[in-house]
């Protein structure tokens, strides 16, 4: 917020006062699209703040069961020699 | 309430530098984030998720609560005003929701650098280790904007900002020819 060298907008010279200005219109609706999608994504699960459930660091309030179809946990050198395209398949 | 200039300019300097050291910092943030996801070397990938979390929490965190104690000081000490301007309210918006986004991915960086120190990373890791470039890139591109908003300076008043300017006007217009040039 550097406020310099210019002095504030003085608005309208008439008594009623000005619409919301069209960049402001356009900033909301991408507000509440990114707020919208925040929302779904929580509701589907995907929580965020959250580690992966039936990690080692489970804060509370957060799922602390590892679900059935999760990956669990493969060591971190067994990860390193995993091709990428495997990520996310359950070992066994 | 306007401020004394010496105090302006003061408050102003650390202002900026409070912000524009959040933006850096964010930057960083994301490039180790990145290197932490993609890195095929695991001493990298150790040493990216170590050093997020101390710059998260002694960079990022108090550069993201300064700027909310200078932002509103400064905006309330000259003619600008707090709510008087869409800009200045929307970046403080930016700068709130950055500040709480912030708060709610401390834990998961934790988490992370805990699983890094103990070299307990997995793949089950994968998607936290995904959230944390989405969200330092959202953080980047939000201070990008506030940046950018304190630079253009768009136009436009909010009801409140107009509604206070038609009561000075109408009540002294000596002051009204005056209004904003303290910025000078």
Redesign the interface.
């Known amino acids: 917020m550097s406020q310099t060298n210019v002095g504030p907008d003085r608005g309208s010279t008439t008594s009623t006062p000005p619409g919301t200005p069209r960049w402001v219109k356009v900033l909301g609706i991408i507000a509440i699209v990114l707020i919208l999608l925040f929302v779904v994504l929580h509701l589907t699960g995907n929580n965020l703040g959250c580690p992966p459930p039936g990690g080692p660091h489970t804060p509370p309030g957060c799922p602390a069961d590892t679900p059935s179809g999760d990956a669990g946990d493969t060591p971190f050198v067994t990860r390193m020699a995993t091709p990428p395209v495997e990520y996310g398949v359950q070992q066994t | 309430m306007t401020m004394t200039r010496g105090l302006r300019k003061f408050v102003?300097t650390a202002?900026?530098t409070f912000?524009v050291g959040w933006l850096g910092a964010v930057a960083g943030f994301l490039a180790l984030a990145v290197a932490g996801l993609t890195s095929?070397d695991?001493q990298m990938?150790r040493a990216a998720y170590l050093a997020m979390e101390l710059i998260a929490r002694f960079v990022i965190v108090p550069l993201s609560l300064a700027?909310l104690l200078t932002?509103p000081v400064?905006?309330l000490g000259?003619?600008?005003?707090l709510f008087?301007?869409?800009w200045?309210l929307?970046?403080l918006?930016i700068t709130v929701l950055s500040t709480i986004l912030l708060q709610?991915?401390?834990?998961?960086i934790?988490?992370?650098s805990?699983?890094a120190a103990?070299?307990?990373?997995?793949?089950?890791?994968?998607?936290?280790q995904i959230?944390m470039v989405v969200a330092a890139s959202?953080g980047l591109l939000a201070l990008l904007?506030a940046t950018t908003l304190?630079?253009y300076?768009?136009?436009?008043?909010t009801?409140y900002?107009?509604?206070k300017?038609?009561e000075q006007r109408t009540e002294s217009p000596a002051d009204c020819r005056s209004?904003?040039?303290t910025?000078?």
């Open positions: 102003l202002h900026v912000t095929q695991a990938v700027p932002g400064l905006s000259t003619p600008w005003g008087r301007h869409y200045i929307v970046k918006l709610v991915h401390l834990q998961p934790r988490y992370l805990g699983a103990e070299g307990s990373l997995s793949s089950a890791d994968l998607r936290l959230q959202a904007v304190a630079v300076k768009p136009r436009g008043m009801p900002g107009w509604r300017q038609y209004f904003g040039k910025d000078r």
